[in-house]
């Protein structure tokens, strides 16, 4: 069942100041027994983006008092961009980090308790009731589990990037496309995301250009074959993209490039460039204790968010390199939710049953 069990009258501040920097803290009061908490809970979400969240509306109506451990990135990843505009239910554009505070706020007025913490141990080995260690040096005990960590873009980490990001520079053509309308992209990578972005932008551009390192590509062929069909891409072979640069307006106006081959730096004029050079999965704290692909997606039963491991489901981006949309996240979160709320339900019967034999 779910409560508090608190080892000290806890008159300290740990991890609970939004700002407040986990790592700054001393090492021995984040490690310190003497100030370490537990929380235990029917059902743990680890990430609070719209996978986790969504996880936690369902299950708090459940009756499952969750706990949302939410990392270093609260709300996930829709925090760092602007306008939304496919998420159902808005008509008008949406600001993603506003989303995400709704998402929050209706979570937690159905119960859910939101942590200020990030996982930074696990033992899934041991079975359910999991346990799991914050970077403040807390304890958090789940009957079920629920993986939410979603998936960061890859970046080239070069000047203006970072600075141009949702002022030119997006890593998302679903998301950020629309924008675009009848101005000039680049696509970044050679990869099947590159090509997919490519031809995605195809909707609203007449004039991308898909700029890649080496001469040939790594996607697979049928989207090789499409992207060479279509007479509104261009590939620019060996270049590499060595800055982004902004104009008078403050958006991004041009690419600087550099020819892996010969060297020889040029500059290329877009309106928005998409950086798709693949997708990392914060599956870190999984690796040997639960089954990844080789990309370090957690591995889930086809349909569902069950993975290897009963009583710990995962949901969202972790589980899911095809659509890593945020009402896709939503969706699986709910699933999670629900399977979770199956698992306990057999699992309470049979310890019933057991009790009573
Ligand atoms: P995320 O949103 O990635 O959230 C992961 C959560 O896990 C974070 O809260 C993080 O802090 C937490 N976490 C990670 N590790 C730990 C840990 N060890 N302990 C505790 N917590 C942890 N999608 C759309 O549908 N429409 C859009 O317009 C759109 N625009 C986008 C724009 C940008 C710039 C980007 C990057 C993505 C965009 N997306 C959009 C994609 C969408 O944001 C993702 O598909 C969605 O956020 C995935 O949700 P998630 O909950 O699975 O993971
Ligand atoms: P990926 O296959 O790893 O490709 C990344 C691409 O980016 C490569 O072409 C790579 O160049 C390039 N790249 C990497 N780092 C770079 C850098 N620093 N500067 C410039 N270029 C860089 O990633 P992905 O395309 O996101 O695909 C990831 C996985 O998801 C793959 O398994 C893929 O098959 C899968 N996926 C499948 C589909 C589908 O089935 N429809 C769609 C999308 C993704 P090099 O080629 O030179 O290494």
Redesign the pocket.
């Known amino acids: 069942m779910c409560g508090w069990v608190l080892r000290e009258a806890d008159g300290i501040v740990r991890n609970r100041l939004p700002g407040l920097a986990i790592p700054t803290l001393s090492p021995y009061l984040a490690r310190s027994e003497d100030f370490m908490a537990i929380h235990t809970t029917r059902m743990l979400i680890i990430g609070s983006g719209p996978a986790g969240l969504s996880a936690a509306i369902y299950g708090a109506r459940a009756g499952m008092e969750p706990i949302v451990v939410q990392g270093l990135q609260p709300g996930g990843q829709l925090t760092i961009t602007t306008d939304v505009e496919n998420y159902p239910g808005f008509r008008d554009v949406i600001q993603g980090p506003w989303l995400m505070q709704e998402m929050q706020a209706q979570a937690e007025h159905v119960g859910t308790r939101m942590m200020w913490d990030t996982i930074v141990e696990i033992d899934l080995a041991s079975g359910s009731p999991f346990k799991a260690i914050g970077d403040s040096g807390d304890e958090y005990v789940g009957d079920v589990l629920v993986i939410a960590t979603g998936a960061q873009a ?1 970046w ?2 070069v000047p203006g990037e970072q600075e141009l990001g949702g002022k030119g520079v997006s890593a998302c053509a679903t998301c950020d496309g629309f924008f675009y309308r009848g101005k000039k992209v680049a696509v ?9 972005e490519a031809l995605y932008l195809t909707n609203h551009s007449d004039d991308v250009t898909l700029i ?3 001469d ?5 062929k049928i ?1 090789q074959d499409r992207l060479f069909a279509n007479d509104k891409i261009t590939p620019l072979w060996n270049k ?2 060595t800055g982004f640069v902004a104009g008078e307006n403050g958006t991004l106006s041009h690419l600087e490039l550099e020819d892996t081959v010969t060297g020889e730096k040029s500059t290329l004029e877009v309106d928005g460039a998409f950086v ?4 990392a999965p914060a599956t870190g704290l999984f690796k040997g204790k639960l089954e990844l692909d ?2 370090g997606y957690v591995v889930v039963q086809p349909g569902t968010p069950k993975t290897a491991i009963p009583g710990v489901f995962a949901c969202g981006d972790v589980m899911d ?2 659509y890593r949309q945020a009402v896709t996240a939503a969706g699986t979160g709910c699933m999670a939710a629900l399977d979770a709320e199956r698992f306990l339900a057999t699992k309470d019967f049979a310890a019933k049953e057991s009790a009573e034999a």
Do not use: D, P, Q
């Open positions: 890859k080239l980490g970044i990578g050679g990869g099947n995301t590159a090509v997919e890649h390192r080496r040939e590509l790594r996607s697979e989207l590499a993209v798709a050079i693949g997708h080789g990309s390199h095809t």
